[in-house]
DNA sequence: GTCTATATTGCGATAGAC
DNA sequence: GTCTATCGCAATATAGAC
């Protein structure tokens, strides 16, 4: 078996930390999981903490295909359906992923915040840029707030994931739930028409929904 | 101090198990907060578990707020906005609530997740039944899928609160972030609008956003 | 590389004095 | 109601045999 114990321990350790969270989850139970001696996490990766950054660094990893992107050649409209697009792939490939997003997001002081913040960060500014340009093109409405509709984007193409556990269980009572990319290219065009230049044909009968909107 | 010491316990205890989670609070770190001895809350919870889960009815107390509207006697949009009005009201009562749902989310397999689950279905059903009766009323669009549409709510309104500790501290480099109030009306009219039926006019100019929409 | 055995610490819980 | 003292246990970590 050679070092494959090392990949076992990472590997069920991912999974674990994914689930219950750093303090939930033992080295007895990661070793147990993985059938190695607890003796092997010490040996390849020092102690508990430096196992978890194993996994944490491995998992801000898989952030960076999210930001591989030309923003300022691409139509606006265009980089949002794009991230959403990524962002799904992104989630497929690696279902841990958005729990430990959201692990440091509930529990801002626990480890290696530095790194998860600097990838938000990039991903925040990204889609700002996008929704500016999209804004001074005469895409968007004009009186869009760019902050406000950054991070409804992101929590419109996130929240999907991080409810799937709790949905999943009471799907049983309900009619269907929608797949992942049902609910997602559903809630970035629902979020595109949203914010879209209105049509100047419709300004004597303004839309209910502009009613009271104030921005 | 008379039993003042068990009200101390228990906000204490709430505020960590939210920082940070139920297994990475010792009752040595409560009972050292809050000032009082360790062995009080065995006297006055029983155990642990038992404090854990009187922190958590509490917060979950909170969530009826939201259930007690009557559906029937809204217009759709109106209730869709109240949803979002009693949210903010809710978390601005109780900044703990969101923490303790999002903790519930992410670990499925943790404590009482009974009561919460009743809670979020009648929450979900509340909507899901606005939307229905708004796409058969003409308000909103005939294709409208219901369960992603609820979904992007409930997202919507919440992603703003969980989000707002990694966005305080990379907020120093960007420019002004919008506050509660601004982000979720701004948030619940984008929603409204992109899930309103399109004007009988605009159709033989369809939206940029709904060219590749198939819903 | 892998395992056994053990050192050490911190945990939840409670008996019993006051 | 409150405190001290302590029990039993499970945690991380590692020394050392193989």
Same mark, same amino acid.
């Given at each position: 078996?050679?070092?494959?114990?090392?990949?076992?321990?990472?590997?069920?350790?991912?999974?674990?930390?994914?689930?219950?969270?750093?303090?939930?989850?033992?080295?007895?139970?990661?070793?147990?999981?993985?059938?190695?001696?607890?003796?092997?996490?010490?040996?390849?990766?020092? *102690?508990?903490?430096?196992?978890?950054?194993?996994?944490?660094?491995?998992?801000?990893?898989?952030?960076?295909?999210?930001?591989?992107?030309?923003?300022?050649?691409?139509?606006?409209?265009?980089?949002?359906?794009?991230? !959403?697009?990524?962002?799904?792939? !992104?989630?497929?490939?690696?279902?841990?992923?958005?729990?430990?997003?959201?692990?440091?997001?509930?529990?801002? *002081?626990?480890?290696?915040?530095?790194?998860?913040?600097?990838?938000?960060?990039?991903?925040?500014?990204?889609?700002?840029?996008?929704?500016?340009?999209?804004?001074?093109?005469?895409?968007?409405?004009?009186?869009?707030?760019?902050?406000?509709?950054?991070?409804?984007?992101?929590?419109?193409?996130?929240?999907?994931?991080?409810?799937?556990?709790?949905?999943?269980?009471? !799907?049983?009572?309900?009619?269907?739930?929608?797949?992942?990319?049902?609910?997602?290219?559903? !809630?970035?065009?629902?979020?595109?028409?949203?914010?879209?230049?209105?049509?100047?044909?419709?300004?004597?009968?303004?839309?209910?929904?502009?009613?009271?909107?104030?921005?």
């Amino acid at each position: 078996m050679k070092q494959d114990s090392r990949d076992r321990i990472l590997q069920t350790a991912t999974a674990l930390f994914a689930e219950k969270g750093y303090d939930s989850v033992s080295l007895r139970d990661i070793t147990a999981a993985a059938g190695v001696n607890i003796s092997m996490i010490s040996y390849y990766f020092g *102690s508990k903490k430096g196992l978890y950054d194993a996994a944490l660094a491995a998992q801000l990893s898989e952030l960076s295909s999210l930001l591989s992107m030309d923003a300022d050649a691409m139509d606006p409209r265009t980089l949002v359906r794009e991230y !959403a697009e990524r962002a799904i792939r !992104a989630h497929e490939k690696n279902p841990h992923l958005l729990k430990y997003i959201f692990r440091a997001l509930l529990s801002p *002081s626990a480890a290696q915040t530095g790194l998860f913040e600097a990838a938000v960060s990039r991903i925040y500014d990204l889609l700002d840029h996008a929704l500016t340009r999209g804004v001074q093109e005469g895409l968007f409405r004009p009186d869009l707030d760019v902050p406000s509709a950054v991070l409804l984007l992101a929590g419109t193409v996130n929240f999907h994931y991080i409810s799937t556990p709790v949905r999943d269980r009471i !799907a049983a009572e309900k009619r269907v739930l929608p797949d992942e990319r049902t609910y997602v290219s559903h !809630a970035v065009e629902v979020f595109l028409r949203g914010i879209e230049k209105p049509n100047p044909r419709d300004a004597e009968t303004p839309s209910p929904a502009s009613a009271d909107a104030d921005f």
